[in-house]
């Protein structure tokens, strides 16, 4: 595997289908030549993501407030193409270093409790194999959100993106 799973990596030239930017790995499976990761930082400001229209731009109702763009879409690419990318070293790993409130307990318990239910709702995409059957059946995660969805009693904005 060329990269562990949700480890972020830095793609340095735009090339087959990525653009320039920090990425997220989703899933690397050599036997189905599959590649797929999020784009979650363009190098490039101007580049715009699918859905929304762009902020600053005039609407007809002008008291109407924008929506922003949807944060990253899948991108797919062939195991084979991104491992000569890793090898001419176009792709450059990156750790992630959290700060450090994120290693701090939760003093209320209400905190606690949400917490714990963002965890429940969220366990089936921690599921990798869950995960990695979805998009390679599905080719996405419509279907583990609708399941999350029906089998939480929640809506689709508590599931992140």
């Known amino acids: 595997m060329p990269l562990s799973h949700n480890q972020p990596f830095r793609v340095l030239n735009d090339a087959y289908g990525l653009v320039k930017g920090f990425y997220r790995m989703v899933l690397a499976e050599r036997a189905s030549d599959t590649v797929i990761c999020i784009l979650f930082r363009p190098e490039d400001p101007t580049h715009r993501r699918p859905g929304g229209r762009p902020i600053g731009i005039a609407t007809k109702r002008p008291k109407q407030t924008p929506k922003k763009p949807l944060v ?54 921690l599921d990798f194999e869950q995960l990695r059957e979805s998009l390679l059946v599905q080719g996405n995660i419509g279907e583990l959100v609708r399941k999350t969805m029906e089998k939480h009693q929640v809506s689709n904005s508590v599931i992140p993106p």
Do not use: W
Not at 74 to 103: A, C, G
């Open 72 to 125: 990253g879409s899948l991108s797919k690419i062939s195991y084979q193409l991104f491992q000569e990318l890793l090898d001419n070293r176009e792709i450059v790993p990156h750790s992630l270093e959290l700060h450090s409130s994120y290693y701090t307990d939760l003093k209320q318990k209400k905190d606690q409790a949400l917490f714990n239910k963002r965890c429940l709702t969220m366990q089936s995409f």
